[in-house]
């Protein structure tokens, strides 16, 4: 069983940053493509949005437009571990945030929460205005 375990996340003030850590067990992480979601509180939460992804060999990565600019996701193979530098960060950054993993051999799209076959536990992001 595959397991991705979250962690780096805490309350920040607005401008500031966090680098948040995926580390994988049980998983050749070479065969996954790798991807960061975020679920808000509130009222008009976005159930499972997109954040950024990052293909198996860490050369081609995609952004949501809300975070693009400020978030870097980047990886790791060696250590199994994956990351999302984050800067500037805004109050609309505010979510628990996951780690997902998509199979690699199986068509799909990086944004497209429903393709990741693997999902961490999340880890909360809360920052301040």
């Known amino acids: 069983q595959v397991q991705l375990v979250e962690s780096g996340g805490g309350l920040v003030q607005s401008g500031g940053s966090l680098r948040l850590v995926c580390e994988a067990s049980?998983?050749?992480?070479?065969?996954?493509?790798m991807g960061w979601f975020r679920q808000a509180p509130g009222k008009e939460r976005k159930l499972g949005e997109f954040?950024?992804?990052?293909?198996?060999?860490?050369?081609?990565?995609v952004y949501a437009d809300s975070v693009k600019g400020r978030f870097t996701v980047s990886r790791d193979n060696g250590k199994n571990t994956t990351y999302l530098q984050m800067t500037n960060l805004k109050p609309d950054d505010t979510a628990v945030y996951y780690c997902?993993?998509?199979?690699?051999?199986?068509?799909?799209?990086?944004?497209?929460?429903?393709?990741?076959?693997?999902w961490g536990q999340g880890t909360q992001v809360t920052v301040s205005s």
């Open positions: 049980r998983v050749i992480l070479t065969d996954y493509h």
């Open positions: 997902t993993a998509r199979w690699k051999y199986r068509s799909g799209s990086p944004q497209e929460r429903h393709d990741y076959d693997h």
């Open positions: 954040v950024a992804a990052v293909d198996w060999r860490g050369d081609t990565t």
